[in-house]
């Protein structure tokens, strides 16, 4: 396995393998593609969303479509993900509707967690772990629900994404540990992008790599090209069904780069270079991938053209339908707390309404 990332590449200077020497039928390569325009699609709708304030804060997927995409598609549908707040690419991969994240973005009467946590969205219908806020919180659960599979002798997977950032806070270094104890079916995924926020990974480690992290453990660890959605498709497939099969848990760097901001709230022209973003934008997943497909006759010029079209538009209606729904009714904030509200609750609960009742009157 260790290789593959070295030469499937478009801009580098070793000339890209063919499909058929890398076992990639046209329809995985298309249906690849397709998820990754997607994913840039929603995301840049997302991003005008929050510009126009019909959503609160975002986390742009940005240059980072690959790793995500890439990683997801090798996964199984019974597989767990415990993911950060920004793995759209992600949730499109697992088959998570258009419709739902915008619900959950905007805030409709349809969205699935009402308004509750940042999560860009949870929901066990997609075996998906809603994202905490607080950095790196999630690893040691993901671990803690490996092991529920490893003890019930499930041959299922929990895969786990994080940033650079997370690799720098206990709740990583305590899960990888008790993985590498323990060995529970787990595969740690960290999106190396390249900044927490503003600070740069070099800032994170002295080590070389993040992947050698691993070694310290015990565990094998991976550096794969980020964005190239193929190198990320092969080696989380490998290593998926190694670990599935009752291999020892593995960590994968995939080397990425952050193009927008951390957050709808950052400025990353305040720490980082134009000339830093420029050559990463000359390594755009999206373009690479488009390259190869065209060079290798996958795709034609006419059939990308028209792939766009039809995702825009998609991405388009959609978001028409999303904003014509009401939104959350206010009342939503004392659901899913109790299975029976408390007394306390209901006190509140009547209080609450009283007040809405007032501002309605107020707003004639």
């Known amino acids: ?13 070793r000339r890209p393998p063919d499909p058929e020497d890398l076992g990639l039928e046209r329809e995985l390569l298309m249906r690849m593609y397709r998820l990754l325009v997607l994913t840039r699609a929603l995301d840049r709708y997302l991003l005008r969303l929050q510009r126009m304030g019909k959503v609160a804060l975002y986390a742009e997927s940005l240059g980072e479509e690959a790793a995500m995409v890439g990683s997801a598609l090798a996964l199984r549908p019974e597989d ?3 993911p ?10 697992r088959g998570v509707p258009i419709s739902e994240i ?3 973005q905007l805030n409709t009467v349809d969205d699935p967690l009402k308004g509750h946590e940042f999560a860009v969205f949870g929901d066990s ?20 629900y490996a092991l529920a599979f490893k003890i019930r002798g499930e041959r299922r997977l929990a895969v786990t994404y994080f940033g650079d950032g997370a690799t720098s806070k206990g709740d990583f270094h305590e899960g990888i540990n008790f993985a590498s104890v323990y060995k529970p079916p787990i595969v740690f995924i960290c999106l190396n992008n390249q900044y927490a926020i503003s600070t740069h990974v070099s800032r994170q480690t002295g080590a070389a790599t993040i992947a050698q ?31 599935r099969e009752g291999g020892d848990p593995v960590l994968i760097e995939a080397v990425t780069y952050r193009l927008g901001a951390h957050t709808t709230s950052d400025d990353p022209k305040r ?5 830093e973003v420029r050559y990463w934008m000359e390594r755009d997943p999206i373009e690479r991938m488009r390259s190869y497909l065209i060079s290798k006759n996958v795709m034609g010029e006419e059939e990308d053209k028209a792939l766009w079209a039809e995702v825009e538009a998609l991405v388009s209606a959609e978001v028409e339908k999303a904003l014509a729904k009401p939104g959350l009714d206010p009342m939503v904030i004392f659901e899913d ?10 006190e509140q609960m009547e209080e609450f309404r009283q007040q809405l009742r007032m501002e309605r009157v107020m707003r004639g």
Request: glycine content about 8%.
């Open 213 to 243: 992290k691993a070694i310290a453990y015990g565990l094998s660890g991976y550096r794969v090209d980020g964005n190239d959605a193929i190198a990320m498709y092969l080696v989380s497939r490998s290593v998926f069904e190694e670990v």
């Open 84 to 93: 950060s707040y920004r793995e759209l690419g992600v949730y499109l991969t």
């Open 337 to 346: 707390v109790y299975a029976e509200p408390t007394p306390q609750l209901r």
């Open 125 to 144: 219908r997609f075996n998906i772990v809603p994202a905490p806020t607080p950095v790196a919180t999630q690893i040691p659960v993901a671990v803690g």
């Open 271 to 275: 720490y980082r270079s134009e000339e």
């Open 80 to 82: 767990v993900v415990f």
């Open 1 to 13: 396995m260790r290789g593959w990332w070295e030469f499937i590449t478009i801009l580098g200077k």
């Open 102 to 104: 915008l619900d959950r």
